[in-house]
């Protein structure tokens, strides 16, 4: 990987700003990059054509900057709609779909200067943390390519991982950004909903539980790309009163983190997970943070079906046009239809006292916040499984009930909507990355981005650990 690929996004788009670096040197070393690691990981799909590519970084040196991103090349996961490009969601139903238009989040990319130069890799749907579909295959862990990236977001965190882009966009609905920047060793943050606009199409008042956010390889350039992405959009509710996040310092003041462990004993965590996530909250003690135990905050079993009620509700009503052709449900993948046709089965009443739940959890979770700055949890309850697995069927002698409930650690910032950022906890004895997720109160972004800058200036594991080949 040459030096310019090992700079951040914020020090790359400050030098293309003054002059120091070209846009086009930066578009060459990226694109000799993914020839060389590309082929093996799979991560960037649908890229475009070369020489095009280098004439727009060209005209892109040849104009003052547009913006924050000027100049920096950016592929967008592959559920999300950038202009004259293919969104194939994964899905043979798809595949060749070229956008006619972007979607929100991605315009404010684009007017922030960034070039497009294809996509990355998502499963289909993306439903399930594991990167494989029928259209563009499957994206392996840079670390061990037998092993799966996770997803949903998994070719955004393998393509930073392995220096093929300096930020990435994901999504999150049940942690699609946090568990590959954990499995990846690298960073994402899910912010508080509402921040970055979503889809302007269908219902946009009831659905509050899928979000997209910035990954990067530090928390600073998660900040960057988070501000170019935010804003309210006049069509969609919700979105207003955010403030820019800016330039993280790495102020720990005061800062108090509790530790949310296993949930009491109730969730399962394979062999050495937890301590390898409690030795990274260790080097919050070395900073002047207090890390206390917490017990159990609320019932685990009300949290997850109030969650896959919610879920499987919002899973069938966007895709509940495909099922209902009985030419295209046949060539829907078995995960999907299994949502579809739950969500099918609830009452209004159900779906009412999913909400009631999930309202309760808030409120418990906002006292919480009152004690705590952040509260803690693993980015996943097993390590990189086998890549031909679909899911793992169970963990630590548990059988899993459901394709996600081996994700179930990531339902608590989920289903109320407030930020949690992912970063990199080390490495296991198989040399495996695992991640910690920092979760706060909804709107403190920011907040989240103080501690993990620090932590990053701390540990700088995905420099520490970086992939080479």
Known sequence: ?????????????????????????????????????NGTLNAIVSLRDEAELMAEARDAD??????????????VKDLDNVQG???SQGSPLFAGQIAEADDPYVARMR????????????????????????????TLN??????TCGGSSGGAAVALAAGMLSIADGSDMMGSLRNPAGWNNVYGLRPSWGRVPGTVQGDTFFHQITTHGPMARNPSDLALLLDAMSGADPRLPYGSGFAPVGIPEGDTSGCRIGWLDNWGGAVPFEEGI??????????????????????PPFDRDALWHSWTTLRSWNIAAGL???????????RLKPEAVWEIERGHEFSTMDVHQASAIRSGWYATAASL????????????????????WNWPREVAGVEMDSYHRWMEVMIPASLIGVPALAMPAGFGEAGLSMGIQLIGRHGNDAGLLELAEAYHQATEWPDSRPIQS
């Open 62 to 75: 040849a104009v003052r900057s547009r913006g924050p991103l000027h100049g920096l090349p950016i592929a």
């Open 142 to 147: 840079p670390y061990d390519q037998t092993r």
């Open 274 to 295: 937890l301590p390898l996530c409690e030795a990274a909250l260790s080097v919050f003690e070395t900073l002047g943070c207090s890390v206390e135990p917490v017990s």
């Open 1 to 37: 990987m040459t030096d310019i690929l090992k700079l951040g996004a914020r020090e790359q788009a400050r030098r293309i700003a003054q002059g120091e670096l070209s846009a086009e040197a930066l578009m060459r070393a990226m694109l000799d990059r993914i020839s060389e690691v």
């Open 369 to 388: 916040f009152d004690k705590f700055d952040a509260l803690v949890l693993p980015t996943a309850q097993v390590w990189p499984f086998p890549v031909d």
């Open 320 to 330: 509940n046009d495909l099922y209902a052709d009985p030419a295209t449900r046949e």
């Open 111 to 138: 007017a922030a200067g960034v070039i497009f130069i294809g996509k990355t890799n998502a499963p289909e749907f993306g439903l399930g943390s594991h990167t494989y579909n029928p259209v563009h295959g499957a």
């Open 85 to 87: 490009l293919p969104t």
